[in-house]
């Protein structure tokens, strides 16, 4: 599905201008076998990223040229970008695979192109620093995925901005750093997958790269922001504000799991598939894991300290009570 969906966006810039060197690239891409899993060679998925970043420009109506040493070289009207792009297979490989971009485009650069000022961009795919796996990612809602693989996207961010040279090559004005993961969403129940972007801008910027940074932000937001009129439109979802367990609803809980986390200091890293308690009640059996835990942790003992709850059958039935309204937060 992840793949279907980057072919769709690739689809898209295709359809609104076709770049120079485009049909080699399409071949070569066909070329990998079916599944990223399976693909002992990279050079298809690298033409496949080079092929996703390009679709930002020509759905922007940029003149794209994909036939040089610089894997993607974007002219607009006022600048041109030359984007080198990597796919980052572990966090061992993060600040070479950067700084070995770095160095081709300061190769590869010149001054001027058509009359344009050149500016350099690293456009890295660090789904795999993230995730080390080809799964999923789980969330509530839509906003809750987002927000989950933004956050872990930054950290990834985080890791290279503790390194002193990072971002300090001249005339590399972005970094642009994207996770590509589906997410499976309970509420509604849904498959989805998204780009997930972070643009790290120089940030000792002079006046044209100021300019450029300007009017390559306008770029990247014309195409992620411009619905696919195919997409089934969102539905506006109404948040619960009350619950409801009736009387006679039976719970179990895990007495070591739960003292674990409540009351010892240095709790035990407990697997996050481990099963926490079960709710029953109307015919219904609601499991709860390790996993929807951690999500509402720090509520869960804000709860406990303010109700004063001591008894380990207080805690869990609060916890149980949290983890089910997390579960269900719409109508």
């Known amino acids: 599905m992840r ?4 072919l769709m966006w690739i689809l898209r810039g295709l359809k609104c201008k076709e770049p120079l060197g485009g049909d080699e690239k399409l071949e070569l891409m066909i070329g990998g076998s079916d599944f990223a899993a399976l693909d002992k060679d990279s050079d298809s998925r690298n033409a496949q990223f080079e092929l996703r970043i390009a679709s930002y420009f020509l759905q922007y109506g940029c003149h794209v040229d994909l036939t040089t040493e610089t894997d993607i070289i974007a002219v607009s009207k ?6 080198e792009c990597k796919r980052i297979a572990s966090s061992k490989q993060l600040s070479k695979r950067i700084r070995d971009a770095e160095v081709q485009l300061q190769k590869r650069m010149p001054e001027k192109r058509d009359g344009r000022n050149v500016f350099g961009c690293v456009a890295a795919d660090v789904t795999k620093v993230a995730y080390n796996h080809n799964g999923l990612t789980f969330a509530f809602t839509s906003d809750h995925a987002k927000d989950t693989i933004q956050k872990d996207l930054k950290k990834v961010v985080n890791h290279l901005e503790a390194k002193s040279d990072f971002g300090m090559k001249k005339r590399v004005f972005n970094y642009w750093f994207q996770i590509h993961i589906p997410s499976l969403v309970s509420h509604p129940t849904s498959v989805s997958t998204r780009f997930s972007s972070f643009h790290k801008l120089k940030e000792r910027a002079n006046r044209k790269e100021i300019r450029a940074a300007k009017n390559f932000c306008e770029i990247f937001e014309t195409a992620s922001l411009n619905p696919d009129r195919r997409e089934v439109p ?8 009350r619950y409801h367990i009736p009387a006679g609803a039976v719970y179990s809980f895990d007495d070591n799991v739960v003292y674990s986390v409540f009351k010892v200091k240095e709790s035990k890293k407990w697997p996050m598939e481990t ?9 219904d059996v609601h499991y709860f894991h390790v996993s929807d835990l951690e999500i509402v942790l720090p509520e869960i003992k804000k709860a406990i300290h303010e109700n004063g709850c001591e008894k380990l059958e207080e805690i869990a039935l609060v916890m149980i009570a949290i983890m089910f309204a997390q579960r269900f937060t719409y109508e």
């Not at 006022?78 to 984007?83: D, G, L, S, W």
């Not at 969102?234 to 504000?241: G, I």
């Open 3 to 6: 793949e279907v969906h980057e």
């Open 78 to 83: 006022k600048e041109a970008f030359y984007i």
């Open 234 to 241: 969102p539905r506006q979802l109404k948040p619960r504000t």
């Open 275 to 283: 099963r926490l308690a079960v709710l029953e009640f109307g015919g």
